[in-house]
């Protein structure tokens, strides 16, 4: 019999992609014949670290993050900003281009696993082969009176009402951007009517019951009680836990840094900034400089930021390399037992 072809499809930053990776991977391990779709950035986190099959998604709609000029901007917060950097940033990029790596990428699934910025176009791909279609979230996506979709937790005040309200409110607006290019794209070239609902592929979700909906996080992040949303009926939505890498090395200057540390004594604090938007990262590290100087420990900063490789960065880390060390991604499941303290960004 011949295995089921599973295509995985997410994009954005390593987070919004590892988690699809260790899921294929694990399928993969079962016999299933995976591939990941994603963008060109994330390919070697694709074969070289999980050894999955690699399919190309044109563009990079998360690559604002690593730029300069939009760092302050979206330091703010506000999703009012976001929604408007990312609509600038897209212009750079032909949505022609972008759905036909889609259909390129996703043409010969028998079934499709889709990230949350890949949802419209992974489920009419889905409907035009007639592959089963399944949309795999990494937060609480799915509405409820339990907490606001997390984009919009500072306009709710943790009314019940407002946050229900939150998820539609975000789901129209990103359709009303999205729309006007899905649903041409959909009637003109996959032959498909249009989606109608007023918050999209979103809509479609909500009112087909054979369509299950997982989410790859813990209870911890479903609001103050700490327990599954009564909206969250398990014959539709699937709460599964975080989705984890597998355990892999230290590198060997990492354990080196850490030996040293508890030799001396030295209690070791972990920042995790990750692809944290920041304005200034040289200002960030020399603020982990001076915690490790007020809390008498030593760090291990995790950043991808590409000033890091400046002069300014290096001489500033080769200066305090006994106190503070800085790496691109480390397995969290390994690292964490070995540190004092855990500090990440949200």
Not at 288 to 294: F, S
Request: hydrophobic letters at 45%.
């Amino acid at each position: 019999m011949t295995a089921k072809r599973i295509t995985l499809v997410a994009i954005g930053t390593r987070g919004d992609v590892q988690p699809f990776c260790v899921l294929g991977r694990a399928l993969a391990d079962k016999g299933f014949n995976v591939a990941i779709a994603t963008e060109k950035r994330l390919e070697n986190l694709v074969v070289n670290e999980f050894r999955l099959p690699y399919r190309h998604v044109a563009g990079d709609c998360t690559g604002l993050l690593f730029e300069p000029e939009y760092q302050k901007d979206l330091a703010e917060g506000s999703i009012f900003t976001v929604l408007k950097l990312l609509k600038q940033w897209r212009r750079q990029y032909s949505f022609d281009e972008l759905l036909a790596s889609y259909v390129e990428a996703l043409k010969d699934s028998d079934i499709i696993v889709a990230g949350s910025m890949s949802l419209s176009e992974s489920y009419a791909i889905a409907e035009k082969v007639n592959a089963t279609w399944i949309p795999f979230l990494l937060w609480p996506a799915y509405p409820t009176r339990e907490l606001p979709i997390w984009m919009m937790s500072k306009l709710t005040f943790g009314f019940g009402c407002l946050n229900l309200w939150s998820y539609s409110f975000l789901f129209k607006q990103l359709w009303t951007a999205e729309g006007k290019f899905i649903n041409p794209w959909r009637q003109n070239i996959l032959g498909l009517p249009p989606i109608e609902s007023p918050i999209g592929t979103m809509g479609l979700v909500y009112a087909n019951e054979d369509i299950p909906v997982l989410i790859g996080c813990s209870k911890l992040f479903c609001g103050p009680k700490r327990v599954v949303p009564p909206e969250y009926t398990p014959n539709k939505v699937h709460l599964l836990g975080p989705a984890f890498a597998s355990p892999s090395p230290l590198s060997e200057k990492l354990t080196s840094f850490i030996d040293s540390a508890k030799a001396d004594s030295w209690p070791i604090t972990y920042i995790g900034f990750g692809s944290m938007p920041s304005e200034k990262p040289l200002d960030l590290l020399q603020m982990a400089l001076d915690v490790c100087t007020l809390a008498s420990c030593r760090a291990i900063v995790v950043a991808g930021w590409s000033e890091l490789s400046s002069d300014d960065a290096i001489a500033l880390l080769d200066a305090n390399a006994e106190t503070l060390i800085v790496v691109p991604s480390v397995s969290q499941v390994v690292l964490f037992p070995k540190v004092d303290c855990i500090v990440h960004h949200c």
